[in-house]
């Protein structure tokens, strides 16, 4: 067996469907069917019972799915070593806003434990670069926040967030269950500086030009600041940690937000596909 089919058994294995399988693994889905059906041959059992609406494992598809992961962990492992080895033992993890903070100590202690060589370099990145150093090349990997600019870059999906605006505890809509858009119309809103990323700004402004203008900000800080100080309103995730004095209401017609992992597609870096797996799997347990 080769390690690349079983990476692309353990996508499978994982979204219990080949055609999301295959947009994890930037490959069409016809090679990918093709390459499980001859591990199957090769093995000499069924590891997967297909449907219209997905797979699901055999119980030999679940011993080898455990098995896979142990095995491509070690390799993963080894590539790492030798790239240590061979003095790159660094990598750089871009972050946006509280980005790293939503991800938790969990990771940062796990990937230690993993990697105990290896340095991590922190970029934190302001908001008008929200691939947190990517492009740049400042950063090898990025945790961060949807949507922006996926040009070149792959992406790994750990968590989904609902949208609410932050406000004043004293604002006449801090005591409402949830809002829309509409009632947030013609008030002062933060904004984004000019050279941001277009899909990021859309997103985070969707009023555009229907709200009264606020402080151009940067940061997460500047943001609560300016709220704070000048009842300017913006979004954030609902759940979001907020200071005394602050509330966020959810915004029923606003989409979600995905915290991501993301990293340039040509990067076959070691050390970041590693991250990756073990981020996936904290995720994967934690949600």
């Given at each position: 067996?080769?390690?690349?089919?079983l990476?692309?058994?353990?996508?499978?294995?994982?979204?219990?469907?080949?055609g999301?399988?295959?947009?994890?693994?930037?490959?069409t889905?016809?090679?990918?069917?093709r390459?499980?059906?001859?591990?199957?041959i090769?093995l000499?059992?069924?590891?997967?019972?297909?449907s219209?609406?997905?797979?699901?494992?055999t119980p030999?598809?679940?011993?080898?799915?455990?098995?896979?992961r142990?095995?491509?962990?070690?390799?993963?492992?080894?590539?790492?070593?030798?790239?240590?080895?061979?003095?790159?033992a660094?990598?750089?993890?871009?972050?946006l806003?509280?980005?790293?903070e939503?991800?938790?100590?969990?990771?940062?202690?796990?990937?230690?434990?993993?990697?105990?060589?290896?340095?991590?370099?922190?970029?934190?990145?302001?908001?008008?670069?929200?691939?947190?150093?990517?492009?740049?090349?400042?950063?090898?990997?990025?945790?961060?926040?949807?949507?922006?600019?996926r040009?070149?870059?792959?992406?790994?999906?750990?968590?989904?967030?609902?949208?609410g605006?932050?406000l004043?505890?004293?604002?006449?809509?801090?005591?409402?269950a949830?809002?829309?858009?509409?009632?947030?119309?013609?008030?002062?809103?933060?904004?984004?500086p000019?050279?941001?990323?277009?899909?990021?700004?859309?997103?985070?402004?969707?009023?555009?030009?229907?709200?009264?203008?606020?402080?151009?900000?940067r940061?997460?800080?500047?943001?609560?600041q300016?709220?704070?100080?000048?009842?300017?309103?913006g979004?954030t995730?609902?759940?979001?940690?907020?200071?005394?004095?602050?509330?966020?209401?959810?915004?029923?017609?606003?989409?979600?937000?995905?915290?991501?992992?993301?990293?340039?597609?040509?990067?076959?870096?070691p050390?970041?596909?590693s991250f990756?797996?073990?981020?996936?799997?904290?995720y994967?347990?934690?949600?």
């Open positions: 067996m080769e390690l690349r089919t990476r692309y058994f353990v996508a499978v294995a994982e979204e219990l469907h080949f999301r399988a295959a947009t994890r693994l930037h490959m889905q016809p090679p990918l069917s390459a499980i059906r001859q591990l199957e090769e000499g059992c069924e590891l997967l019972q297909r219209p609406t997905g797979v699901v494992l030999a598809g679940t011993s080898l799915y455990k098995d896979a142990a095995l491509l962990a070690q390799a993963d492992q080894a590539r790492a070593r030798a790239v240590a080895a061979a003095g790159a660094v990598l750089t993890l871009g972050t806003a509280d980005s790293a939503q991800a938790g100590a969990t990771l940062a202690a796990t990937f230690r434990e993993r990697h105990p060589g290896v340095e991590i370099r922190v970029h934190e990145a302001d908001f008008t670069d929200p691939t947190a150093g990517l492009r740049s090349g400042a950063a090898d990997i990025a945790l961060t926040r949807t949507p922006f600019d040009t070149g870059l792959t992406l790994r999906v750990l968590h989904t967030d609902p949208i605006v932050v004043r505890s004293d604002d006449p809509l801090a005591t409402h949830s809002v829309q858009l509409e009632e947030l119309a013609d008030r002062p809103w933060f904004r984004l000019d050279d941001t990323d277009s899909a990021w700004r859309a997103f985070w402004m969707p009023l555009g030009s229907r709200t009264a203008d606020g402080p151009v900000v940061t997460i800080h500047e943001c609560v300016a709220v704070l100080w000048n009842g300017t309103i979004l995730m609902v759940g979001h940690r907020m200071p005394p004095g602050l509330t966020v209401i959810p915004v029923a017609d606003m989409p979600s937000s995905d915290l991501v992992l993301a990293w340039n597609s040509a990067d076959n870096n050390l970041v596909r990756t797996d073990i981020a996936g799997t904290l994967r347990a934690r949600n």
